[in-house]
């Protein structure tokens, strides 16, 4: 064998989780943090890498093939009342399946709306609820469907503003004007002008702008925009 097959690095790993809601240890699928090169960052944060085959937005859901509970590294703990209903709700419908090997977007797809519906039974905050569902927003681009894209883009909204009403993302990574721009440039994409402009006209009058530049100078790049987009339509 050569010395550089030897110290080849692969794109990902495979290493061993236990379930959070039975206990049960399976093997799941990252890929490895220096891997991933970015080609382009869109305007509600999606990355298209350069390797598209190997994206970690993939690997992102984790899914006990036993029971059939889905999380995330993002995903609350979880309760024994929740253990309860996932159990009932889930574990008693499954069947056995893993999700540990190679996945395709469509079996990336499968896992997140698992996620989606695990969070949903078990009251996961909206803000990391918003986030599974944005990001099947991002998959179905990939695979340019642009009905499931829109649908998911406007699930994603409602739950976003669900997470903006309770500031349940305080103490997350997310903050209020970064929760603000994605519910005005995801309205921009689905054509809700109006919603929009509202939502990035509060970003620009919020009184931490200093702190968020960066924030505020892309609400304002797609606020004009969105009323260029307005008028066109």
């Not at 944060?45 to 992102?60: A, G, H, K, R």
């Not at 883009?153 to 994605?182: C, N, P, Q």
């Not at 939502?199 to 304002?220: D, M, T, W």
Request: hydrophobic share 35%; aromatic share 12%; glycine share 2%.
């Amino acid at each position: 064998m050569e010395l550089s097959e030897i110290m080849t690095i692969t794109p990902t790993f495979s290493r061993t989780l236990k379930c959070p809601c039975c206990s049960n240890s399976f093997s799941t699928i990252n890929v490895r943090i220096s891997y991933p090169k970015t080609v382009e960052v869109s305007t509600d944060f999606c990355v298209t890498y350069q390797d598209e085959l190997n994206s970690p937005y993939l690997y992102y859901v984790n899914v006990c093939n036993l029971c059939g509970y889905a999380f995330t590294k993002n995903s609350s703990s979880i309760s024994s009342i929740s253990k309860a209903i996932i159990q009932k709700e889930v574990s008693e419908k499954w069947r056995p399946r893993s999700f540990g090997d190679i996945r395709s977007v469509e079996d990336a797809i499968t896992c997140y709306k698992l996620a989606i519906y695990c969070s949903i039974l078990k009251n996961e905050k909206y803000y990391i609820l918003a986030g599974l569902l944005l990001r099947v927003s991002w998959l179905y681009r990939k695979l340019n469907n642009q009905i499931e894209e829109e649908r998911f883009m406007l699930k994603t909204v409602e739950a976003y503003k669900k997470s903006y009403d309770i500031a349940d993302y305080v103490g997350s990574e997310m903050t209020e004007m970064r929760v603000l721009f994605l519910i005005g440039e995801l309205s921009r994409r689905c054509k809700l002008y109006e919603e929009a402009v509202s939502h990035f006209s509060k970003i620009v009058a919020h009184s931490n702008a200093q702190l968020e530049k960066g924030i505020v100078e892309k609400a304002r790049q797609q606020w004009q925009i969105t009323r260029e987009e307005a008028k066109a339509n």
